[in-house]
């Protein structure tokens, strides 16, 4: 009975045993397989950090207006007789718009010219007589003021016909006619308007970190939804005095020629200010940056440390890089987070973050993480910037 205990006891630890050393076995061996594992190579496209020189651009937003506007009113009371223009024309400055009726002014204006040679007749009449003392210098006073005043009456009037006829202060295009033949129309009553087009001029506004760089006369460039791609040069001539407090941001004034009379005031413009001297700027390709809840990163590639191995890869990976890029080439990857400026195209302008000659992941970045090793093949990346030579030359 005692013997037969022991052996089940000896079974048991046996077994037992084995149960508890084959666990701890395989725990050992999977330790040992994670700590020598490797990740095997992401297959991604990648592109260098290249210095370019770059025209100093500032872009802005802002409206054209014209030079000259105004609304086209009477200054007289009186029936519409004549229009001389139709809806859009281009006027000359002093061409007549509008005659108003003048029947009866030039009847109040003949009455008072006959009273004004009569009170002219009395008034070198009484000079003479006044010497010898026919007549008081009271009376030739009174015959002085009379003919004063009967001259003032006659030039009254005349202003008065003068203004029955309206005419365009300045060169210009009419807007929409808003009178008729025949409407009696009273001053500050609205007829119709009147742009001058060319030159017009651009206000836009810029942030007060560029108050140093912009001069009075430096070239503009303008761009406007009408005209896709078409630019119309200008160039600065004024400057605002002072910064919005509110905004930070400062007012700038800018000439623009139209000959053609492409442009109208009103139009929403896109404007950039040329400055006078290129920078030499840090450049990407826009697809190398991504973007998270803390700022704009990218992924830089720096070779893996000497005696890195690769595992094998499926089938299709390795056709890939043994047809493009060396298997021995590896990369890892690390995270990088960096300040971007203007973006022409493609291109991004990098200001601060990165360094000449570093090598950035421009697709693929879905797939990384720090420490991910990588290969590169720019073959699977073909919109990659042309200024940006192949990562592996």
Do not use: C
């Amino acid at each position: 009975m005692k013997k037969r205990m022991a052996l089940m006891i000896i079974a048991l630890i046996i077994i037992f045993g084995g149960v508890f050393g084959w666990d701890f076995m395989r725990s050992y061996f999977a330790k040992q397989y994670m700590a020598h594992f490797r990740q095997p190579p992401v297959t991604i496209s990648a592109a260098t950090v290249k210095l370019k020189k770059w025209q100093g651009l500032v872009p802005a937003v802002g409206t054209l207006y014209s030079y000259e506007s105004v609304n086209i009113s009477p200054q007289q009371a009186g029936q519409v007789q004549e229009i001389y223009f139709k809806s859009g024309d281009i006027v000359q400055k002093g061409q007549p718009l509008l005659g108003q009726n003048i029947e009866l002014n030039i009847q109040t204006l003949k009455s008072q010219q006959a009273q004004l040679a009569l009170s002219k007749i009395t008034y070198e009449r009484y000079i003479p007589l006044a010497k010898k003392s026919f007549v008081s210098q009271s009376q030739l006073d009174q015959a002085l003021a009379q003919y004063q005043e009967d001259e003032a009456n006659v030039g009254q009037s005349e202003e008065i016909i003068n203004e029955k006829t309206i005419r365009a202060p300045f060169t210009g295009k009419i807007g929409i006619r808003k009178v008729n033949l025949g409407q009696y129309v009273s001053p500050g009553d609205k007829l119709t308007s009147l742009q001058s087009l060319d030159p017009l001029r651009a206000v836009f506004y810029v942030p007060e970190q560029y108050f140093p760089d912009i001069k009075v006369g430096q070239a503009v460039k303008v761009t406007v939804e009408a005209y896709p791609g078409k630019e119309f040069p200008g160039k600065v001539v004024a400057i605002n005095s002072q910064i919005n407090s509110n905004t930070r941001n400062f007012s700038i004034e800018a000439n623009i020629p139209n000959k053609n009379l492409e442009l109208f005031p009103g139009m929403f413009a896109n404007v950039t200010v040329i400055l006078p001297a290129a920078k030499n700027v840090m450049v990407l390709p826009q697809t190398a940056i991504s973007y998270n809840l803390y700022g704009n990163i990218v992924y830089v590639l720096t070779p893996a440390p000497k005696g890195y191995t690769i595992p094998p890869l499926p089938k299709k990976d390795r056709v890939k890089i043994q047809s493009n890029t060396p298997p021995k080439t590896v990369y890892i990857v690390k995270t990088a987070y960096v300040k971007t400026g203007e973006q022409r195209g493609n291109t991004v302008e990098i200001l601060s973050g990165l360094k000449v000659g570093d090598l950035v992941a421009t697709s693929g970045q879905l797939k990384l993480l720090n420490d991910t090793p990588v290969v590169i093949n720019n073959s699977i990346n073909p919109a990659i910037m042309p200024a940006v030579i192949n990562a592996e030359e």
